[in-house]
């Protein structure tokens, strides 16, 4: 997202005061997780359900951070979490793996970006309270 879409999402959220930088990584990180987690499913080990959850899921939290208007931080708080309690699952399932498999090891590695990504998101909230 370019540096003008950033300052006007700014102004789109009133009342809610957030990190640019972190919710841009945040985003960048999911995108990426949601990318790790749909090749790790298709090698149809016992992760790969966790493993649709969380492309899904990081999937819908990075849209619903480009899409701001109408988010409040409450709503916005509880898909912070809920994106972090998906990417724990899935890591923990890929980590049962990752001994044997690569891409396991590295979908678990993106999970655990993903997760700390969005505690960032989470604590400059918090912080902006």
Known sequence: MDAMMMDSMKTAMPGMEMDMAAMQACMDACAACEQACTVCSTQLMSCSPACMNCADMCNTMMRTMMRMQGMTPAA????????????????????????????????????????DACAMVRESMIAAR
């Open 76 to 115: 916005m708080m509880a898909m912070l979490d809920a994106c972090i309690a998906m990417c724990q699952v899935c890591m923990d399932e890929c980590m049962e793996h990752a001994d044997n498999s690569e891409v396991c090891k590295m979908c678990a590695a993106a999970c655990q970006a993903c997760m």
